[in-house]
């Protein structure tokens, strides 16, 4: 772990797992993982169980921790209400609750507290991808410091960061520039995890809150601006994270008596969110609907259940 010579600020940290989730070289996925099992408990509904375990409803006494699934689903739902078009349930929420200013404007979410929740979970996500992919990338390379050199552009790290695309709109929410990089894995990684350091500074209240999860951990938004704030060349940064990338995986091996953190499987597949699960599970309980010809939708059924707007 870096001392306060090498990065100031908090003692930084591995982040806390979640029990039963599986393991990962670099653990960076630990507090999206953490944030799916408040936002998302038990997503295997019971047998016989129908629509009221989803909905809440009935004569059940739901504990409270499973309010916050029956929360997530209403967010689901109006989500699918307003971009009908998106390809799946999953980019419907991205697209509504992570950016744009659907979260501060429309009446219902914006009295859903889980949904400034997401935002952040969402957000977050994209930081944690990009660790995956970078470290696929660097996997079974002989030298992956210098395949990172050569595949980073010789130039400064504030001019590398001032040509990505602006993180915010005109009117301070969240934009998609993560979506709209087009970018080899390597840099592309790099400018992800630059985007969510600038996000760190820029996010509030729960988004913020749920974006950085446990702060002063290794790897996280804010050891990312540290690490950036102190160095000058994009390349010299790029290779600083990725003794850092080494460092943290050695850590987690020794630990887990796993094989060489470089000769471990790279895991650069998207972390799930659950997303399409929630809302196929709507779906097939006559909640949501989908068709070819009017896309993502509410049943009359769902919208009475969760009340939400036909």
Do not use: C
Request: aromatic share 6%; charged share 20%; net charge negative.
């Amino acid at each position: 772990m870096p001392n306060a010579s090498a990065v100031s600020g908090p003692a930084w940290t591995e982040p806390t797992g979640t029990p039963g989730v599986p393991r990962y070289p670099l653990n960076v996925e630990a507090p999206v993982l953490a944030a799916l099992a408040r936002l998302l408990p038990g997503i295997s509904p019971p047998s016989g169980s129908g629509p009221e375990w989803l909905t809440l409803t009935g004569r059940h006494p739901w504990p409270a921790e499973d309010r916050p699934r029956r929360a997530s689903l209403r967010m689901l739902a109006r989500a699918a209400q307003l971009l009908p078009e998106a390809e799946d349930w999953q980019e419907a929420a991205e697209q509504a609750i992570a950016y744009d200013a659907y979260l501060a404007e429309d009446p219902l979410l914006r009295g859903l507290e889980v949904a400034a929740t997401w935002r952040g979970v969402l957000l977050r996500r994209h930081s944690v991808d990009a660790w995956r992919r970078w470290w696929a990338a660097l996997a079974g390379h002989p030298d992956p410091r210098e395949l990172t050199t050569e595949s980073l552009p010789d130039v400064t790290v504030a001019a590398f960061t001032a040509d990505l695309p602006a993180h915010t709109d005109a009117a301070g929410h969240p934009a998609p520039a993560e979506l709209s990089l087009r970018l080899a894995p390597v840099p592309g990684a790099l400018a992800t995890l630059l985007i969510g350091a600038q996000r760190a500074e820029t996010l509030r209240g729960k988004a913020k809150t749920a974006f950085l999860g446990q702060t002063g951990v290794y790897l996280d938004p804010g050891f990312v601006a540290q690490r950036a704030e102190s160095t000058t060349s994009l390349r010299a940064l790029g290779r600083t994270l990725v003794e850092d990338m080494l460092a943290q995986a050695h850590r987690i091996a020794v630990r887990r008596n796993q094989p060489r953190p470089h000769d471990s499987r790279p895991e650069a597949s998207p972390v799930p969110l659950h997303l399409n699960t929630l809302g196929e599970l709507a779906q097939a309980e006559n909640l949501f609907s989908a068709t070819e010809d009017d896309g993502l939708g509410v049943t009359p059924l769902g919208a009475r259940l969760l009340e939400v707007s036909p």
